[in-house]
């Protein structure tokens, strides 16, 4: 007011109550390493990532929705295009190919109005060209049960801590799977490139939705490590069914061979070793959230 400041107004976003213990969780408890790739100023990414833990390597700043898919297809080795920031997304779409020009056409807020339904069916693409790609690559399965080195990637400061959450090293050159947690048509790129997406169903865009292999059908981060506990541990009994079940059949037809086994014991044997995996089978039941 005449040349003389009278009042300052600042807005920024809250931290989701559950976020720290969040990251603590999949840091400590689950060994998977976690970032933040936001589109956010720089003091502000890092202000975040201090308060919720996440270390300052770990913190990308000023990213474009299609700098977030291309981290996330480094981190699972698979080569990506280096496009010059000097460039338009108009003078991009012709040097890519059918399943990046998602990826070039909404770089900004203006031309996310512009996104129909045959944009959401490039997402599809997009997520069939990762995922031929990942076959591809070394490291564990593609499921959220093999995640045994994660790299966390919040997208946004989602509400500070819509940021992206991903899984993998962004500093090494081995390939990692990724998991990619996202709500906002920004990440939709993202979510579909990674091996695996998770959309926040409450509040997200349909496009995100769209993208995500798996969808949270509420706004409680805290649902997703009991979700990666009770795959790994399937995955486990899976493993461990699979290795008695072939360990007992070479067993008995080692034996057959040798002249040991009887036809009765043999049904025994083939009987008792499915009831055993029946039994196994049922462990991840009784799994407590």
């Known amino acids: ?19 720290a213990q969040f990251v603590n969780v ?17 003091m502000v990414a890092r202000a975040v990532c201090s308060q919720l833990g996440i270390p300052s390597e770990q913190c990308f700043y000023r990213l474009l929705p299609a700098q977030k898919c291309e981290w996330i297809q480094r981190q699972q080795g698979m080569q990506v295009r280096e496009n010059k920031k000097s460039q338009s997304s108009e003078e991009l779409v012709p040097q890519l190919n059918r399943v990046d020009i998602l990826t070039a056409d909404i770089e900004n807020s203006t031309q996310y ?39 966390i990637f919040f997208d946004g400061v989602w509400s500070a801590l819509s940021a992206t959450l991903c ?3 962004a500093t090494s050159t081995k390939s990692h799977r990724v998991v990619m947690i996202g709500d906002g048509m920004n990440d939709s790129t993202a ?13 997200g865009s349909a ?30 009994v899976i493993l461990q069914n699979c290795i008695f079940a072939v360990a007992v059949k070479i067993a008995a037809i080692v034996l057959a061979i040798l002249g040991k086994l009887e036809l009765w014991q043999a049904i025994i044997v083939d009987i008792g070793s499915l009831v055993v995996v029946v039994i196994n089978g049922l462990r991840p039941l009784r799994f407590q959230y």
């Open 1 to 19: 007011v005449e040349d003389e400041i009278e009042m300052l107004l600042a807005l920024s976003d809250e931290v989701r109550p559950e976020s």
């Open 26 to 42: 999949i840091q400590d408890t689950l060994k998977m390493t976690i970032s933040m790739l936001t589109g956010d100023q720089e």
């Open 113 to 151: 109005d512009l996104v129909n339904d045959n944009d959401v069916d490039k997402l599809s693409l997009l997520k069939e060209n990762s995922e031929i790609q990942n076959s591809n690559t070394s490291g564990a399965e593609n499921s959220l049960g093999c995640l045994t080195q994660a790299h």
């Open 167 to 169: 899984w993998g090293k």
């Open 191 to 203: 979510l579909a490139a990674a091996s695996v997406g998770v959309a926040m169903g409450a509040g």
């Open 207 to 236: 496009m995100a939705v769209a993208a995500a292999g798996v969808v949270i059908l509420s706004d409680n981060l805290m649902l997703l490590p009991p979700t990666i506990r009770l795959a790994r541990e399937a995955r486990g």
